[in-house]
């Protein structure tokens, strides 16, 4: 049985207010080792107010040969875009 | 939008001096300008109004796609189809961002739906009001969710993150909406005189109902004070209602059709339209249940959750026995 630690997915919330955004990876024996190393290396000037951290494993991913089914039917839906739609300028912003 | 009449746990707001050390350092957090985070400690009575008004805000969403899904088999071309099908789609959307700000609360979205589905949970007036033709889905596309843009970027303040974070990206899409509902109720007012009285019938109806959106009268709204200290909400009922119906008046004058209420004049020394009130017993007994369309919807709701049991049930079966599969096999 390997002894490696398992890998972690890491997720800094920059300032109050805003989404946890992903910043990188690590390695740790655990979730409560994830968080302390997460803070050593993604943290050190400050970066964040908060830290999630998530093991590899349990993240699903879509894959890339699926980008074009995935994302193609919405190029043609243009008028989802405000813009599609002529307003006058009369009117004010909407 | 769509959060009208939540109430507050408590009434009144607690002197610095009646709180305890955990509840100063909060209040001391809101005042600051910080967002409240799920992992953060909270009062019940936030937490609790919190989950009432995502909540109600949510089910606004999720039964606001019903009467304009009234009209996506019968809009007048395939491209007004195509946008009324995006922007009820975008409408669905909303409801799951918000139920899950309302899941990191504590609170399960089966068990707000359940609420809802009983009765015990509310969602915006303004949904109870028939949509009758087309003119009519012009007309919410522009003014209700004219007035739900009101109300929802100031909500993009809110004190609680997970909240104000769905509002931002609410608000992103719903210009979308409004465009769409003024370009479709453009079209009719520039159309054919019988297209523009279509347009004109659709803005009295809905006129009042939509400026009942905001709640009542800062007066009569006895449970904002303290969602207000707490930043829950941010901006009064009436100083929304005047920010929309200032916003609104130049966009019906654009249309060439007349305004929907005699009282609408322009007030010089306010800097600000004067308008009347809406006829507050309706609202009242509209939030009771009493409605055109409140029955009809909650019946559509139901069946909706009802008919949908088994393939969500399936799924989960599926699931779980793929889930079992490998440990079986070994």
Redesign the interface.
């Known amino acids: 049985m390997s002894n490696e630690w398992p890998l972690w997915e890491v997720f800094i ?1 920059g300032q ?4 946890h955004r992903h910043v990188g990876s690590l390695h740790a024996p655990d979730a409560q080792m994830a968080v302390k190393n997460a803070r050593d290396v993604y943290t050190r000037r400050n970066e964040g107010v ?1 830290i999630w951290v998530v093991e590899a494993r349990h993240i699903a991913a879509s894959s890339p040969e699926e980008k074009g089914p995935l994302y193609d039917p919405s190029q043609s ?1 243009v ?4 813009t ?5 300028e ?3 912003s ?1 | 939008m769509y959060a009208q009449l939540i109430k507050t746990a408590r009434s009144g707001i607690k002197a610095p001096e009646d709180m305890s050390p955990d509840e100063r350092a909060f209040q001391d957090r809101i005042d600051r ?3 409240i ?1 799920p992992q953060d400690w909270m009062p019940d009575d936030y937490r609790a109004t919190l989950i009432r008004q995502i909540g109600q805000h949510a089910h606004s969403e999720v039964v606001g796609q019903l009467p304009e899904g009234n009209w996506i088999t019968r809009a007048p071309t395939l ?1 007004r189809k ?2 009324l099908l ?1 922007k009820v789609q ?1 409408e669905a959307g909303h409801g799951l961002y918000l139920y899950s700000a309302a899941e990191t609360l504590g609170e399960s979205r089966d068990e707000l739906i359940r609420l809802l589905h009983e009765g015990r949970m509310k969602y915006s007036s303004i949904f109870n009001y028939p949509t009758l033709n087309w003119a009519d889905i012009g007309a919410v596309g522009w003014l209700v969710d ?1 007035a739900a843009i009101v109300n929802q970027v100031a909500l993009q303040r809110t004190s609680y ?1 997970p909240y ?2 769905a509002m931002v990206r609410i608000c992103k899409e719903e ?2 909406h ?3 509902g ?2 479709a109720i453009m079209a009719m007012a520039f159309g054919t005189p019988e297209q523009k009285r279509m347009a004109q019938d659709a803005v009295n109806r809905l006129w009042f109902p939509a400026i009942m959106m905001f709640g009542p009268s800062d007066g009569e709204s006895v449970h904002s004070e303290q969602s207000m200290a707490w930043k829950i909400k941010v901006k009064s009922n009436d100083e929304l209602r005047q920010q929309f119906v200032d ?1 609104t008046i ?2 019906i004058e ?1 249309l060439g059709l007349d305004l929907p209420d005699p009282g609408i004049r322009w007030n010089e020394k306010r800097g600000h339209y004067d308008f009347s009130d809406p006829d507050w017993s309706e609202f009242f007994n509209v939030i009771k249940g009493n409605g055109p369309c409140n029955v009809d919807r909650m019946q559509n709701r139901v069946k909706a959750w009802e008919d949908g049991a088994w393939v969500r049930d399936g799924l989960m079966a599926h699931a779980r026995k793929k889930s079992a599969a490998p440990a079986a096999a070994e």
């Open positions: 919330r109050h207010g805003m989404s908060s839906k008028y989802r875009h405000p599609f739609f002529d307003i006058p009369d009117v004010g909407m | 300008g910080e967002k985070e491209e195509a946008i995006a975008d004219g993150g104000s974070r210009s979308f409004a465009r769409q003024y370009s916003q130049p966009q654009y």
